[in-house]
């Protein structure tokens, strides 16, 4: 009898599962984007690689007469070029910009920043540069500004700190992998963004 009882509910977790899993495979287009390798929404427009509930808040909101900047440039900047009256993107990749570049509509700019390849030891001096010109590639207002790309030897924290001084009184940070940047997180906490 419990064998039977925990079989049940064995399969009714099974059952639960995979509906989760088609929702998001199929329904959030998840599967189509993998397959792409490029990740787009279940009506194929681009979107950026948030959670869906993120995506979700986002397309709910008028941005169509804001500035957004943004720290790595990819899909999620054609997202915001859709939403939003113009799209500033900082990108260190020379490759994935000229990509980019080509996919990108009227309202972008796109900036190359670029950061050499890291062998993983102690950055130098000059790539440390290259880390602050990145950082503070920044320049104007913004309501809303992503923090996200380059994510070794914290420069995301650096980014955060250039960030704020350009944030309009009413806008918002998205800092993506927060939870991979306590430090960064903590920053923005401090500086009274939640």
Same mark, same amino acid.
């Given at each position: 009898?419990?064998?039977?009882?925990?079989?049940?509910?064995?399969?009714?977790?099974?059952?639960?599962?995979?509906?989760?899993?088609?929702?998001?495979?199929?329904?959030?287009?998840?599967?189509?984007?993998?397959?792409?390798?490029?990740?787009?929404?279940?009506?194929?427009?681009?979107?950026?690689?948030?959670?869906?509930?993120?995506?979700?808040?986002?397309?709910?909101?008028?941005?169509?007469?804001?500035? @957004?900047?943004?720290?790595?440039?990819?899909?999620?900047?054609?997202?915001?070029?859709?939403?939003?009256?113009? @799209?500033?993107?900082?990108?260190?990749?020379?490759?994935?910009?000229?990509?980019?570049?080509?996919?990108?509509?009227?309202? @972008?700019?796109? @900036?190359?920043?670029?950061?050499?390849?890291?062998?993983?030891? +102690?950055?130098?001096? +000059?790539?440390?540069?290259?880390?602050?010109?990145?950082?503070?590639?920044?320049?104007?207002?913004?309501?809303?500004?992503?923090?996200?790309?380059?994510?070794?030897?914290?420069?995301?924290?650096?980014?955060?700190?250039?960030?704020?001084?350009?944030?309009?009184?009413?806008?918002?940070?998205?800092?993506?992998?927060?939870?991979?940047?306590?430090?960064?997180?903590?920053?923005?906490?401090?500086?009274?963004?939640?």
């Amino acid at each position: 009898m419990i064998l039977i009882k925990h079989l049940k509910g064995t399969l009714k977790a099974m059952k639960f599962s995979l509906q989760l899993c088609k929702i998001l495979l199929y329904d959030q287009a998840y599967f189509k984007s993998v397959q792409r390798g490029e990740f787009r929404d279940h009506e194929d427009n681009y979107v950026p690689w948030f959670t869906y509930p993120a995506i979700d808040a986002l397309k709910n909101w008028d941005l169509s007469d804001k500035r @957004v900047f943004e720290y790595g440039s990819g899909y999620s900047t054609l997202f915001w070029a859709s939403r939003a009256k113009e @799209v500033v993107s900082v990108e260190h990749d020379r490759g994935w910009h000229e990509k980019i570049s080509k996919l990108a509509p009227a309202n @972008v700019s796109l @900036v190359l920043a670029p950061i050499d390849k890291s062998d993983g030891s +102690e950055p130098s001096p +000059e790539m440390r540069e290259q880390f602050r010109k990145y950082a503070e590639a920044i320049d104007g207002r913004f309501q809303v500004i992503v923090v996200d790309g380059y994510a070794r030897s914290r420069v995301r924290y650096q980014c955060a700190q250039a960030a704020l001084p350009h944030l309009d009184a009413n806008g918002l940070v998205i800092l993506d992998n927060s939870d991979w940047l306590p430090a960064s997180a903590m920053f923005l906490r401090k500086a009274g963004l939640i």
